[in-house]
Nanobody, 117 residues
Framework: QVQLVESGGGLVQPGGSLRLSCAASGIIFRSYAMDWFRQAPGKQREMVAHITSGDSTKYADSVKGRFTISRDNAKNTVYLQMNSLKPEDTAAYFC???????????WGQGTQVTVSS
């Protein structure tokens, strides 16, 4: 049974930082690319950050220079370090595991990030 469990969300003031974690089980983690997506109320889900099995990364323009995605294959965990948070970063954040060979994809249930003073 595949599980992706996000944690680390919460309420933070503008300019603050949060670190999200996504712990995976039931998959060969090192074989999967990992993504962080977010979805704000009334908006489409959007990709925030992506990391390949080889640690190549890419980011949405809106978060470049503020967010950093990383992974620890020994812990089957992907992280999203979020700095200089803005109110527009408020959203539910989801991690996604995708095997680029088979096309299999799995989602976590999300963690809420609220940026407000």
């Amino acid at each position: 049974q595949v599980q992706l469990v996000e944690s680390g969300g919460g309420l933070v003031q503008p300019g603050g930082s949060l670190r999200l974690s996504c712990a995976a089980s039931g998959i060969i983690f090192r074989s999967y690319a990992m993504d962080w997506f977010r979805q704000a109320p009334g908006k489409q889900r959007e990709m925030v950050a992506h990391i390949t099995s080889g640690d190549s990364t890419k980011y949405a323009d809106s978060v470049k220079g503020r967010f950093t995605i990383s992974r620890d294959n020994a812990k089957n965990t992907v992280y999203l370090q979020m700095n200089s948070l803005k109110p527009e970063d408020t959203a539910a954040y989801f991690c996604n595991a995708v095997n680029l060979v088979s096309g299999r994809s799995y989602w976590g249930q999300g963690t809420q990030v609220t940026v407000s003073s």
